[in-house]
């Protein structure tokens, strides 16, 4: 573990420290560039996972054509744009052609793409984009809803803190029927918000 951290990051760590007016080298504050560094290497580990390392011996041939669910997976992401966390649940859906994916690797799959420098349309395309790829499967459907901390913590916009975004193919794309049993099964928290397709507006880069 140790051959993975650098003085470069801690440098700037210690500079930002420096910048905000603090004192790098009091007690508290000693260790925290390692900290931070320790804690960004992990929160951006998505970028150097292998997807087909991911999904490896978890395909299978079934005879099985309705719908998979997967509700409430938990995910954390950074915000491109201010390096701040949003967060929430993440539902996935897709109705196999030939193959099915083991349920575990679903939320393996979610936090590839949560562990980046992230924005919430991105990371559900991405995530949706994937299961369609991997498995060719008769539809995906791909809902996230997420608290963004860099709104509301710095107080802009507090209606838009939590947002939800969505991603559609094949069957949940054409098939109303199909969509709204998704939606009805998935029960959002911004229900209202969630009728049509992608809702409120996630961060909003200032
Ligand atoms: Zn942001």
New binding site residues.
Partial sequence: MAAMYNTTMQDLVRNLLTELGEDPDREGLVRTPARVERALRFLTSGYSADLDEVLNNALFTVDYNEMVIVKDIDFYSL?E??L?PFFGKCHVAYIPRTQVLGLSKIPRIVDVFARRLQIQERMTNQIAETIREKLNPLGVAVVCEGT?L?MSMRGVEKQNSFAVTSAMFGAFRDNARTRLEFLELVKLRGAAQSAGAAASLA?VPD
């Fill in positions: 915000c744009h201010h701040l963004h860099c961060c």
